[in-house]
């Protein structure tokens, strides 16, 4: 079987404030080997529960974090952030699941440790066929547009909640608690990976036994962004077929999940480059 793991930072165990994750940041050095260090634990289950291919994807910001010197041998990594799917690059029909490691809660969802969807800098809410997303349920459809299921997801105790709510048969790998934005109870680096690994050779056997299903979005899917700012939502009506719906707020719509979701992408990019006035 070949797997997808496609990880995150913000859920990693002991991550609690926004200098943990960013690269400029002093403290970014050790939580980008915890991050690889985690990734390994998901790579060695799926490895022990019988895949005989594994790609790992670095999904958090620039998309480089992951330290391929320390990543598992038998792994390869996605890496870069010039991407048509974003977190998920490179999926497709050939992959049996996806794991999620490292995933968080979305913007305003509680009080899941550093919330936000995707582009937390401008992004107030993502809502996809009227019911607000996080990334994993945005990146599970993806996935299930080509028949894979989401079968692991790791990260607080919010973003396991939810995946179990929405992905049918979906195993979790609650690393900690959030208790404010910017505050939680993590277990340690030790004890998350340990549990990651044994989730994910659990998550094996589920995808061998039927256990997971494909997280299928009803068609027509329209993605609705609520940014923080005007400007954003007036620059993306750039692109033909976006329909602005209010001040700060934009729609796509279209028969197709990931059509849809590359002009939704799209429209965050240059969300993110007009923010602050593109020149």
């Not at 994750?21 to 050095?29: G, L």
């Not at 969802?109 to 066929?129: A, F, M, P, S």
């Amino acid at each position: 079987m070949k797997i997808y793991i496609s990880v995150d930072m913000e859920g990693i165990a002991g991550v609690a404030a926004a200098k943990q994750v960013q690269p400029d940041q002093k403290e970014y050095e050790r939580f980008r080997r915890l991050m690889t260090q985690e990734a390994n634990a998901a790579v060695e289950g799926a490895l022990a529960g019988g895949a005989r291919e594994v790609v790992v994807s670095d999904g958090h910001g620039p998309m480089t974090n992951i330290l391929v010197e320390e990543l598992h041998r038998d792994a390869r990594l996605l890496s870069g952030s010039n991407r048509l799917l974003c977190q998920m690059e490179g999926i497709d029909q050939t992959f049996a699941a996806v794991f999620f490691i490292g995933y968080h809660q979305r913007e305003g969802g509680g009080d899941g440790i550093l919330n936000h969807t995707l582009l937390g800098r401008i992004v107030q809410e993502v809502r996809v066929n009227g019911e607000p997303a996080d990334e994993a349920a945005i990146n599970g459809g993806l996935a299930g547009v080509f028949g894979v299921p989401v079968a692991l997801v790791s990260g607080d105790t919010a973003v396991c909640a939810e995946a179990e709510r929405r992905l049918r048969g979906v195993l979790v790998a609650p690393v900690k608690e959030g208790f404010d934005r910017y505050a939680g109870l993590s277990i340690t680096p030790e004890k998350a990976q340990a549990l990651i690994r044994e989730r994910a050779r659990e998550a094996m056997d589920a995808v061998r036994a039927k256990r997971v299903a494909p997280y299928k979005v009803t068609a027509p899917v329209t993605f609705e962004v609520e940014f923080k700012r005007t400007a954003p939502a007036r620059m993306a009506t750039l692109f033909p077929g976006v329909e602005r719906r209010g001040p700060r707020t934009i729609a796509v719509t279209d028969p197709d999940y990931v059509r849809a979701f590359k002009l939704f992408w799209g429209c965050l990019i240059v969300g993110m480059a007009s923010f602050e006035g593109l020149l």
